[in-house]
C-alpha cells in the first residue's frame, strides 16, 4: 500500500503542474481576449483600454473552465512522464508498488481540481459572461444594431403579439440589452419595430428606454421610455433567451425547477447542469488516458507519436462530449445520460487498458 508521504508527494506534483500550466494558459487566453475585443470595439465613441482590460479579465474565467479537461490532461501527461524520467516510478514499483496505488492520488488530485473548478471558478465564470456582456452592450449603446442572433420569445396580450428579441439577458432574464420588439398586426405583418438600449420586466409590462420605434412607412421615433404590456415571467425570459453559462452551478437547479414548473423543458439548463456535476469525474477519466501513454518506462523518454496519441484521444474524447451535449440540450438525448455517457465509456476504456498493460 502506498504511503501517506509519496501519496501526498504525487498528490501535490500533479497539482503544482496542473496550476502552472493554468497560470500559463489563462495569461494568454487574457491578451487573445484582449487583442480581440480591441479589434471588434475600438472603433466604437465611448471605447477605452479599461474597457478592453475589464472584458478580458471577465471572459478569462469561462474560456478557462472550458480548458480545465486539456489543462489536466497535458498535466497528467506531463506529471506522469517527468516521475518516469527521474526514475521515481522505476524505485515505485521496484518497492511494490502497483500502477493503480500511485495513480490514485493523481485521480484524486484530479478529482479534486474538478471540485475547485465548480466551487471557485465557476461562479466567477458566469458573473464574468454576464458583466462582459453588459459592458460590451453599454459600448454599442443606441447605436443601430443587426437582428439578435439569439432564439427569439413570443408573448400574447390583449394589445396582440409581440416578438421579442435580445443582443443579451442580463439580471437573470429581468434585463434585455439591445432589444427588439415587432409587434404583429391584424393581417400578420409586422405593424411596429422598437429598438431598445435596454428593457426591464416590470410587474405587467416591458419597460423600454432610450428606445426607437419604427412604424409603417413613417420615420423613426425617438422615445425615451415606453411600456409595453407583457405576461412573461423572469424564469421563462431566462430559459428561452439566456445563455445557460452565464448561471452559477449551485443556481441552475432552482432555475431548472423554477423553469419547469411553467411547462418549459430547460434541457439547455438540466445539459449544463450535468456537464458541470461530471466535470470532475471527467477530470480524472483525463487522467487514465494520460496514464495509458506516459507510465511505460523508457530509457531515452517516452515516444512523442504516443504521447500525441493520448492527447488526440482527450481531444476526441471533448468532441464527443460536446456532440452528445448538443443533442441533450436539444432534448434529443435525456441530459443526464449526455453528460455522463461519454465519460463513463471513457472511464471504461482507460481502465481496461491499464488492466491489460499492468495486469495482462
Known amino acids: 500500500m502506498i504511503g501517506f508521504t509519496l501519496g501526498r508527494y504525487f498528490f501535490m506534483r500533479y497539482l503544482s503542474i496542473t496550476f502552472w500550466f493554468f497560470a500559463g494558459v489563462a495569461a494568454l487566453v487574457f491578451i487573445i481576449s484582449f487583442t480581440e475585443f480591441a479589434g471588434r470595439a475600438g472603433g466604437l465613441p465611448d471605447y477605452s483600454a479599461s474597457h478592453a482590460l475589464a472584458f478580458a479579465g471577465l471572459q478569462t474565467p469561462m474560456i478557462m473552465q472550458q480548458a480545465v479537461p486539456f489543462i489536466c490532461l497535458i498535466a497528467g501527461i506531463v506529471t506522469l512522464v517527468s516521475l518516469n524520467r527521474r526514475y ?24 479534486f481540481s474538478g471540485v475547485l473548478t465548480l466551487a471557485l471558478l465557476n461562479p466567477l465564470a458566469a458573473y464574468g459572461v454576464e458583466k462582459s456582456e453588459s459592458i460590451e452592450a453599454g459600448l454599442r449603446g443606441t447605436q443601430p444594431t443587426a437582428m439578435p442572433d439569439t432564439p427569439w420569445i413570443k408573448q400574447r396580450t390583449s394589445e396582440g403579439e409581440t416578438i421579442i428579441g435580445s443582443q443579451s439577458v442580463l439580471n437573470l432574464g429581468l434585463e434585455l440589452r439591445g ?58 425570459v431566462l430559459e428561452r433567451l439566456a445563455n445557460p453559462e452565464t448561471i452559477p452551478f449551485y443556481e441552475l437547479p432552482r432555475k431548472i425547477a423554477a423553469a419547469r414548473t411553467f411547462g418549459l ?44 496519441g493520448g492527447v488526440l484521444a482527450g481531444f476526441l474524447l471533448y468532441v464527443v462530449s460536446v456532440l452528445v451535449q448538443a443533442f441533450g440540450s436539444a432534448g434529443f438525448v435525456p441530459p443526464l445520460a449526455a453528460a455522463w455517457f461519454p465519460v463513463i465509456v471513457a472511464g471504461f476504456f482507460g481502465v481496461t487498458f491499464l488492466l491489460y498493460r499492468e495486469d495482462g
Not at 88 to 103: D, H, K, T
Not at 284 to 297: E, K, N, Q
Not at 299 to 304: I, K, L, N, P, T
Open 265 to 308: 423543458s430547460a434541457d439547455a439548463f438540466a445539459m449544463h447542469f450535468h456537464s458541470l456535476a461530471a466535470l470532475p469525474a471527467l477530470l480524472v477519466t483525463m487522467t487514465l488516458i494520460a496514464a495509458t501513454v506516459s507510465m511505460r518506462f523508457a530509457r531515452m523518454g517516452q515516444s512523442a507519436t504516443i504521447i500525441l
Open 179 to 236: 432589444a427588439t420588439f415587432l409587434r404583429i398586426g391584424e393581417d400578420g405583418g409586422i405593424s411596429e419595430r422598437i429598438d431598445a438600449e435596454v428593457a426591464y420586466l416590470r410587474d405587467g409590462h416591458w419597460e423600454l428606454r432610450n428606445a426607437t420605434r419604427y412604424g409603417e412607412g413613417g420615420l423613426p421615433e425617438r422615445i425615451d421610455t415606453i411600456q409595453v404590456p407583457s405576461n412573461l415571467t423572469p424564469e421563462f
Open 88 to 111: 521515481e516510478l522505476v524505485v515505485a514499483r521496484s518497492a511494490g508498488i502497483s500502477a493503480w496505488q500511485f495513480l490514485f492520488p493523481i485521480g484524486l488530485a484530479a478529482f
